[in-house]
């Protein structure tokens, strides 16, 4: 993927509401999740979906009960590769509560009492930390980049997804097709040049698709998008963009043009 170093030249904003940042996903790969701490004070919430079904053995594990009200994290420490859910409330004395399996996806809370990841078997899973039954909540094709790349809404009641050429969203009226993009073009991933950024804004209003996979498209089908999470109403769209990133200010999109 792009690095992400380099500045932002162009701003998208949408409202000026107060609220928090959301969790931005990125093209999925395994290693993708033994990044540094991702995902940060998870919202209360429920279910992403009314139409869900029970789900395949859970892939996380959690050797003591999770505080209510604590500050946590999911990521890795240092020298050592196991993705955890990490208390941080005493930064000082920072414990890990629970471990993933080495084979999870971009895990991210759903609330402060569950997670959402997928898995090698193109599923997206909803898991409790105490433990139980998983939930199905969609699945998806292999054989695209970014196939199965997924993100939760702020406040857990949602989920949006890409399932081969396909644009989802997930929530209590059910999952259903936002758009359909190109085909991606048979070409390698360049790590430098290709980027996929899938995320709600910090207030939950509006969910964002800005990739290099899907090309040649316009309107509806173009390779950068600002959606509406309530009805999945295309509100902007462009192309050639990459970088993206909401700010802390909700609804304030940056991104990065061609012209750098």
Known sequence: MRARGAALALIFVVAACGGSNPSASHTPTPSSTAATTDTATPSTGTSPSATSSPGPATLVHCTTAVPAGDNLVIGTVVGDPTVVVRDIQDPANAKNLCTFDANVISPQFVSSSAVVYATPESQIVEAQLAGGPTV????????????????????????????????????????????????????????????????????????????????????????????????????????????????SVPSRLFFRDSSG
């Open 136 to 247: 199905l909540l969609a699945t998806f094709g292999g054989g695209v980049v970014n196939s199965g790349q997924f993100a939760v809404s702020p406040d857990g009641r949602s989920i949006t997804y890409l399932d081969g050429n396909a644009w989802h969203l997930v929530g209590s009226a059910g999952n259903r097709v936002l758009t359909t993009l190109p085909a991606v073009p048979g070409r390698g991933v360049s790590p430098d040049e290709d980027d996929s950024f899938l995320s709600y804004s910090p207030d939950g209003q509006y969910i964002a698709l800005f990739q290099t996979f899907h090309v040649g498209g316009t309107g509806a089908t173009a390779p950068d998008q600002i959606r509406r999470a309530s009805d999945g109403s295309l509100i902007y769209s462009t192309s050639g963009m990459t970088m993206s990133v909401w700010a």
